[in-house]
C-alpha cells in the first residue's frame, strides 16, 4: 500500500512563495499535484513523469514548478507569485502507470491548505 503525506501548506500573502512537499512511502512511477477550491471540482496543477517531463495547469505556468528527489519518494511543488485564486487544498497524488494517464491516479494524500490573501 502506498501512502502519500503532503507539508508546507500555509497562509500568504499575494505575490510570495510555498514550496509543498509531498513523502511516498514507496517508489512511485507517477506524481502529481491536484488541488480544490471551496466550492470547486478538483484540478490538476502539475504532472512529472518517471523521465522527469513535466505538465502544467495553464493558471500555474511559469510560476509552479513541479520537481521530484533522484528516489521519487519526494515530490515538491515550488509555488511563486502567488494569488488570492490560487487559495485551495492541495493535494499529492500517485499512480503506477509510467505514461501517467490524467485519469489514473488512484493514490491520494490528505491534502494541504494554502491560503493567499490579497
Known amino acids: 500500500q502506498l501512502y502519500l503525506t503532503e507539508s508546507g501548506g500555509g497562509s500568504v500573502q499575494a505575490g510570495e512563495s510555498l514550496r509543498l512537499s509531498c513523502v511516498a512511502s514507496t517508489y512511485v512511477a507517477c506524481l502529481a499535484w491536484f488541488r480544490q477550491a471551496p466550492g470547486k471540482e478538483r484540478e490538476g496543477v502539475a504532472t512529472i513523469t518517471p523521465s522527469g517531463r513535466t505538465t502544467y495547469a495553464d493558471f500555474v505556468k511559469g510560476r509552479f514548478t513541479i520537481s521530484k528527489d533522484t528516489l521519487r519518494t519526494t515530490l515538491y511543488l515550488q509555488m511563486n507569485s502567488l494569488k488570492p485564486e490560487d487559495t485551495a487544498m492541495y493535494y499529492c497524488?500517485?499512480?503506477?502507470?509510467?505514461?501517467?494517464?490524467?485519469?489514473?491516479?488512484?493514490?491520494w494524500g490528505q491534502g494541504t491548505q494554502v491560503t493567499v490573501s490579497s
Open positions: 497524488a500517485a499512480q503506477s502507470s509510467p505514461t501517467c494517464p490524467a485519469g489514473g491516479f488512484n493514490y
